[in-house]
């Protein structure tokens, strides 16, 4: 018990740590970076030709894949979003289009496609990752509510799981417990130029 403790603690200081840091990045720096961070998941896209991806609607401190999103779709990838399904669980959701027709708020603000249809989690090739601290090793930090911790164990071991962070979210090291899903590579932009 003392053990899950520490970890909690240990992430709750991560978390603010990282939290401050993306606060510290202005808008130009975050465009600039949301840009490139798009432009290495095309490169990795062609790389590994996947027939579906789960990407995720950005936050407002994380970075904006919506344009790699579009490219996606435009070239007949399947592509997916969570749609919350209850505490701590997700699915991935079908986007038929980014046009914002056919899309609802879910009760963390976070757009979603509406309707209930979802991707079969074994025909998911690829997910993005967001979270606030990754490390080097793959380790990610989450916003704590556990989603993509329950949800990406569920996947096929072929999926390619990628963090998509800024420079100013990687860590020396993010504290991690056995529940905690590593991921199989990071794709990190700098902010300055």
């Known amino acids: 018990m003392a053990d899950e403790q520490s970890l909690a603690k240990a992430k709750s200081a ?9 606060a510290g990045l202005a808008p130009d720096e975050r465009n600039k970076a949301s840009a490139s961070v798009c432009s290495q998941l095309l490169e990795l896209l062609d790389a590994t030709n996947p027939g579906t991806v789960m990407g995720y609607m950005p936050l407002e401190d ?33 986007v038929p289009s980014m046009e914002p027709a056919g899309w609802i708020e879910d009760e963390h603000g976070i757009r979603t496609p509406s309707g209930e249809d979802e991707i079969p989690i074994g025909q998911i090739d690829m997910v993005l990752v967001p979270g606030l601290g990754f490390d080097a090793r793959c380790n990610r930090l989450g916003r704590g509510g556990g989603y993509y911790d329950r949800f990406l164990p569920g996947l096929d071991q072929r999926a390619i799981l990628v963090g998509c962070c800024f420079e100013c979210q990687l860590r020396k090291v993010i504290e991690t417990g056995p529940e905690d899903a590593r991921l199989s590579k990071i794709i990190m932009s700098s902010t300055v130029n």
Request: with cysteine; charged share 25%; aromatic share 2%.
């Open 62 to 94: 994380e970075p904006d894949i919506v344009p790699f999103l579009e490219q996606a779709l435009d070239r007949g990838i399947v592509v997916g979003v969570p749609r919350i399904t209850g505490p701590g669980s997700m699915v991935a959701a079908p």
């Open 14 to 22: 991560q978390r603010k740590v990282c939290r401050e840091a993306l």
